[in-house]
């Protein structure tokens, strides 16, 4: 843990907004995805742990060292922006070098990092030597984001913020850097905060997640833990599970609960860490997981499957993806691979027959 | 370059979309005809002023001590009262650019109010201030010997009035054109605040910064109202033509205003270029 960065309890107000109690632990080369809506605190919080918000309570720890009453420019970090924030009116060169000519006193401790701690070397390690003398208006988002990270690692950083640094580039880029940045932070095993409103980046990139609401902590673990069991409706939605019904609990026998969703009884296994919640719930069906039958497949009924009927309502996507909304009493999304769906001749208003398996249906009380 | 290839309108379709069948062409044709009819007006009276004057008059009015010394003393004060204003105006831009707090909005409006205030009233309010019997004219002579009657000092105080505004609100709004974020990944780099401000936003907003100097140079230079009143003597270029005028009519007054027009105006240009000129990275590591 001495490689990492602790938040204990840490509370910040500004204005009539405020971060309250925030909670979380990295080690190095992990990276922690913070979600939320736009409003949600997590630049506040970014910017807290960088230092540029005085907190009302607790503490900031990194690479072990209490770095709560310090100013920005003694707590080493990294910290990359949306369209990543080089200085426009410095070269590429300067951009990198700025730490080393303006920056650090000598007393702040620095991280012995596996890259080279001169300008020609990080350059070269970033492949961007031949862009050294050009304006940042002049690069490529690729480019941009290596020059950010070589300025960022110039400064010795024990933690790398990165505050929606995709958030205005088109899909095919995103993907592209995304997967450069993985492997750049696998490489250098420095711990890494990552905020995101995009759940495609909490699921490529995250080690763990934390999701946020009006500055509080929603829900906050590992990454296939948040993922897989998200803890209430608004988690779910915003890690991208495509159904989330409301429902209420009717009975519990042989390890299935049956919850009535409107006129439909859906069965679904009794969760093995918390328990049932009582009364009304919601249930979390992810759009991969609902199955669609072509018309008339004999079936022998399973108490581990749920079956429903419903017509068609809708069909979205012509590529690779199509994604349907199944009227059964409640609308459900579900979604096919482009040619599954040609072949079976699905269309607006056809009569579908769906199959949910009961331990794809996650229970959460709120 | 494309804006003025616009009016001829085969040239103006040629790019644009075959969808469009709307004549954009007479809306630009509208505009560059309203506007030249703006330009005009504006240079028109400086074209006329110039052509009344011969290069051996204006060789004889620039032989004129006193139109000399004038035209030296209106240079020296702008120049003075633009730097005051870029030294006491760029604090207070970057104060009300970059922190928010109950009451700005007055303060904002407070550093636009000489430009409501009639040139003549700003003189004589700042007689009141800086006159003899001054609230600070009066204790400044006593305690250390400043005077603002009769000297460059009362110039400088005049032009300062009512030329400040252009900095500070010029200097504000480049101020704000940069993003704050460019001053925290500084400050997490290790710059502390004065160096992030030396080093990154001062050089962002270099070109408004330049661009307010300019405009209080030049309202400076132009300034008559308050300058006459507060200071008539030693004679400012303004001062020196308007007795000039009435002194001796319009002849010689006219000889010495296109000598002022002359010198204002190339310095004009020369700051305007200046402001303008490179922010684009230069590179020696």
Redesign the interface.
């Known amino acids: 843990m001495i490689a990492g960065v602790a938040v204990e309890a840490l509370s910040v107000t500004l204005g009539a907004f405020g971060l309250k109690k925030l909670d979380f632990a990295l080690s190095g080369g992990e990276l922690l995805v913070i979600l939320g809506p736009n409003g949600a605190g997590k630049s506040v919080t970014l910017?807290t742990i960088?230092?540029?918000h005085r907190p009302d309570s607790g503490r900031v720890l990194i690479r072990g060292r209490d770095v709560t009453a310090l100013?920005?420019?003694?707590?080493n970090?990294?910290?990359v922006?949306?369209n990543f924030?080089l200085?426009?009116?410095?070269?590429v060169?300067?951009n990198v070098?700025?730490?080393w000519r303006?920056?650090?006193?000598a007393d702040?401790p620095l991280a012995a990092l596996p890259v080279p701690h001169d300008?020609d070397g990080l350059l070269s390690y970033f492949g961007i030597s031949h862009l050294?003398?050009r304006?940042?208006a002049d690069l490529s988002p690729g480019e941009k984001q290596r020059v950010a990270l070589a300025?960022?690692l110039?400064?010795a950083?024990d933690l790398f913020?990165f505050?929606e640094p995709f958030s205005a580039l088109d899909s095919a880029t995103r993907d592209q850097l995304r997967d450069e940045l993985k492997s750049f932070l696998r490489r250098l095993s420095l711990p890494a905060i990552f905020v995101t409103h995009d759940h495609d980046d909490a699921m490529t990139l995250a080690d763990k997640i934390l999701v946020m609401r009006d500055g509080a902590m929603m829900q906050s673990g590992p990454a296939a833990e948040v993922l897989q069991q998200p803890a209430g409706s608004f988690v779910a939605r915003f890690i991208g599970v495509d159904n989330v019904l409301a429902g209420r609990v009717t009975g519990v026998a042989d390890g299935l609960v049956t919850v009535a969703v409107g006129e439909r009884m859906l069965r679904a296994t009794v969760p093995a860490i918390r328990a049932v919640p009582a009364g009304s719930l919601f249930l979390n069906i992810r759009a991969e997981d609902v199955t669609i039958r072509p018309p008339g497949t004999p079936l022998s009924p399973q108490p581990g499957i749920n079956r429903l009927e419903g017509r068609l309502a809708a069909l979205r996507g012509a590529g690779p993806l199509v994604t349907l909304t199944i009227d059964c009493g409640f609308p459900l999304k579900a979604c096919l691979l482009g040619p599954q769906a040609r072949a079976m001749k699905l269309d607006v208003g056809s009569a579908v027959e769906v199959e949910i398996a009961a331990g794809s249906i996650h229970l959460t009380a709120e | 370059m494309a804006v003025k290839s616009m009016p001829s309108g085969a040239a103006a379709h040629s790019w644009r979309s075959r969808a469009a069948p709307s004549r954009p062409g007479a809306l630009y044709l509208l505009c560059w005809f309203l506007g030249s009819v703006l330009v005009a007006f504006l240079v028109l009276p400086l074209v006329a002023l110039a052509l009344t004057q011969s290069g051996a008059s204006l060789a004889g009015v620039a032989g004129m001590a006193d139109v000399r010394d004038a035209i030296a003393l209106s240079l020296e004060g702008a120049f003075l009262s633009a730097s005051c204003a870029a030294l006491i105006g760029v604090p207070l831009a970057y104060g009300l650019a970059r922190t928010s707090f109950p009451g700005k909005g007055v303060i904002a409006a407070l550093v636009d109010l000489p430009l409501a205030v009639p040139h003549t009233v700003a003189g004589i309010a700042l007689l009141m201030v800086f006159g003899r019997q001054g609230v600070l004219g009066e204790p400044l002579q006593a305690l250390v010997g400043l005077k603002f009657w009769g000297t460059i000092a009362g110039i400088v105080v005049a032009m300062l009035f009512v030329s400040a505004p252009y900095m500070v609100n010029a200097a504000r709004i480049g101020f704000e054109a940069v993003?704050p974020?460019?001053e925290?990944?500084?400050?997490?780099?290790?710059?502390?605040p004065w160096?992030t401000f030396w080093?990154?936003t001062l050089?962002?907003a270099r070109r408004s910064i330049m661009t307010g100097v300019t405009l209080t140079y030049a309202r400076s230079i132009s300034e008559f109202g308050a300058v006459v009143i507060l200071v008539y003597y030693p004679m400012t270029a303004p001062v020196e033509i308007y007795e000039l005028f009435l002194r001796f009519g319009l002849d010689q007054a006219a000889g010495a205003a296109v000598l002022l027009l002359i010198v204002a105006l190339s310095l004009f240009v020369i700051l305007r270029l200046l402001a303008l000129s490179g922010?684009?990275?230069?590179?020696n590591?």
């Open positions: 910017e960088a230092g540029f100013p920005p420019e003694r707590r970090v990294g910290f922006v949306q924030g200085f426009p009116h410095l070269t060169a300067r070098a700025i730490a303006h920056g650090r006193d702040v300008l050294a003398a304006a940042p300025r960022a110039a400064g950083p913020l505050d | 993003d974020r460019l925290k990944i500084a400050r997490t780099l290790g710059l502390g160096r080093r990154i050089p962002l922010t684009a990275p230069r590179e590591r």
